[in-house]
């Protein structure tokens, strides 16, 4: 239990359909980002398995950068986590 008395999510469902624990997340070391481990951790953040603190400590990232791969995933979907369609998916915003 945490310190406001209710049970600390253990699993949650990830981008694939399938539960996640803090043991399918990608490791701490991870250096290259594809599209399915950023989609993982957004999905565990937004799940609250991993506070965003937690998850830009344990993974280096800033804010901003958590932000923007939440931000893709819900204009463009997963596609949107694509480095190199970044561009692409901007130019046709409305």
């Known amino acids: 239990m945490n310190e406001l008395g209710a049970a600390k999510v253990v699993n949650v469902i990830g981008p694939n359909g399938q539960s996640l624990t803090l043991n399918d997340l ?3 070391s991870t250096k290259r980002w594809v599209i399915h481990r950023k ?19 344990r993974y280096c990232l800033s804010v ?13 979907g ?4 694509r480095i190199t369609r970044t561009q692409q998916y901007r130019s046709t915003r409305p």
Request: with cysteine.
């Open 26 to 28: 990608p490791p701490p």
């Open 39 to 57: 989609a993982e951790v957004v999905a565990a953040v937004r799940g609250g398995l991993l506070t965003l603190e937690e998850a830009c400590s």
């Open 64 to 76: 901003e950068e958590f932000i923007s791969w939440q931000n893709a995933i819900e204009r463009n």
């Open 78 to 81: 997963l596609p949107g986590l």
